[in-house]
């Protein structure tokens, strides 16, 4: 075997075991930031493709999550850029339909959406690194190489963010304290 079919072997065993690991999570990652199944699972292939011609070019990657989620932060911009609101009506006639859920599987899927919209409410220095740390689950150093920031910056962003997150779940003038809600924020 000649040294540059070793090498690419290499890399595709190196994707193989990326795309293994981390294909579920790019998709629901994609899949939370677009709502568009299919735009999704195409950001995804086209994050691996890039990755691909990176590491036939000789590319070195430290982190593999890591390089694979900036990759497709860079493509969801993108996306973004070219994408048009749509509306409800425009989502019907595409098959959406509201279905009723089960009481108590309805009340986890709102308190986790509770938290995800009071993600959404942070500001923007906080708001990516708490997604990326705790709807993704990436490392502080993961994420550092996402947003290219010192691993100390992210944890300093991240427990600021924790502490903002908890004043939005628990404002000081609230009479009413919530325990499923706090149970929630330190569970996260």
Not at 22 to 47: C, H, P
Request: avoid cysteine; aromatic fraction near 8%; charge should be positive.
């Amino acid at each position: 075997m000649s040294l540059e079919n070793e090498h690419d072997s290499q890399q595709r065993s190196i994707l193989t075991a990326a795309y293994n690991s981390y294909e579920k999570g790019l998709n629901a990652y994609t899949f939370y930031k677009i709502n568009n199944r299919e735009t999704s699972d195409d950001l995804v292939q086209i994050t691996f493709l890039k990755t691909w011609k990176y590491l036939v070019k000789g590319g070195k990657i430290e982190l593999m999550k890591a390089f694979l989620y900036h990759v497709l932060n860079h493509l969801i911009i993108d996306e973004y850029r070219k994408r048009t609101t749509s509306s409800l009506d425009l989502m019907l006639e595409k098959g959406f339909e509201p279905s009723a859920e089960e009481p108590s599987s309805l009340s986890a899927m709102l308190s986790g959406k509770m938290a995800v919209l009071l993600i959404e409410r942070l500001p923007e220095k906080y708001r990516t690194v708490m997604r990326l740390r705790y709807i993704q689950g990436l490392s502080l150093k993961e994420i550092s190489a996402v947003v290219s920031q010192t691993p100390n910056a992210v944890a300093v962003q991240a427990h600021r963010g924790m502490a903002k997150l908890r004043v939005l779940y628990d404002p000081p003038d609230s009479a009413k304290k919530m325990k499923s809600v706090g149970g929630l924020i330190s569970g996260i």
